[in-house]
């Protein structure tokens, strides 16, 4: 997976995503991850990339030029017509699901709005999709675009050791991780469950499907509809 971020402030995605699983997944070669700076592509010497709305109202919007340049610079490079994800709270809300099914592109491009947002010209002319991450303002694209990369590249193979399987998370099957429990035995007073400590793999496997399905029904009841 190819990844190319359409940015005003590349240092936080390329500082972002350089360290921990992800980081070690781009030193494997597993993924890569490019941030463009949109403002290397402004139409004046400046480097200025907005300005004042048509018709009034608070705020700058990102001109529509530089955000083309920014993404022809990269699409030019690639062997075919990329998905282009538009970071907004106005698209559809992000799910695991969505995240498999971008993890099957060899290249993805994230365009990180700014300011009050961008020209809607340019985002008719280039964008595949519009990304929400939840139900909530931020005040950039940037941590949306890294959240989606990181859900992604986890799902990629090769991404994530063996130990680290993505096979049994949360939302895989529909339902919340079961507990988990680790040394010592008892801490504070509090017991590991004694089925955990029986050896019994069939019978370990039974209580922690229960177990996830308690905690879906707890937690997330939304999810068992
Ligand atoms: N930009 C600002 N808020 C956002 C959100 N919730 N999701 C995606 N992009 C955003």
Same mark, same amino acid.
């Not at 399987?165 to 895989?172: G, H, I, M, V």
């Given at each position: ?13 390329? +500082?972002?995503? #350089? ?34 709305? $048509? !018709? ?21 490079? =690639? ?17 695991? +699901? ?12 994230? =365009?990180?709005? #700014? ?11 280039? %964008? ?7 139900? $909530?303002?931020?005040?950039? !694209?940037?941590?949306?675009?890294? %959240? ?19 096979? $049994?998370?949360?939302?895989?099957? !529909?339902?919340?991780? $079961? ?5 010592? +035995?008892? &801490? ?10 029986? !050896? ?6 039974? &209580?922690?499907?229960? @177990?996830?399905?308690?905690?879906? @029904? +707890? ?7």
């Amino acid at each position: 997976m190819r990844y190319h971020v359409l940015t005003l402030f590349p240092e936080m995605i390329l +500082q972002g995503l #350089h360290t921990s699983i992800i980081g070690r997944a781009v030193q494997r070669g597993v993924i890569s991850i490019e941030a463009v700076n949109i403002r290397d592509h402004a139409d004046n010497a400046y480097g200025k990339v907005d300005d004042y709305p $048509y !018709g009034g109202g608070a705020g700058m919007v990102m001109q529509a030029e530089p955000v083309f340049r920014a993404y022809e610079a990269v699409a030019a490079r =690639l062997p075919k017509k990329p998905r282009v994800l538009h970071m907004t709270p106005q698209g559809r809300v992000f799910t695991q +699901q969505m995240a498999a099914e971008f993890a099957q592109e060899e290249d993805l491009i994230f =365009l990180c709005g #700014h300011y009050e947002g961008i020209d809607e010209r340019v985002l008719e002319e280039i %964008v595949t999709d519009h990304v929400s991450i939840g139900d $909530y303002v931020l005040t950039g !694209g940037e941590l949306p675009a890294m %959240v989606m990369i990181d859900a992604i590249s986890r799902l990629i193979p090769g991404a994530l050791n063996n130990q680290e399987s993505a096979q $049994y998370d949360s939302f895989q099957d !529909g339902l919340l991780e $079961y507990p988990q429990y680790s040394r010592p +035995q008892e &801490w504070r007073g509090r017991q590991v469950p004694d089925i955990l400590l029986s !050896g019994h793999h069939a019978n370990v496997e039974k &209580w922690r499907h229960e @177990q996830s399905l308690l905690r879906t @029904q +707890q937690r997330r009841p939304d999810l068992l509809k």
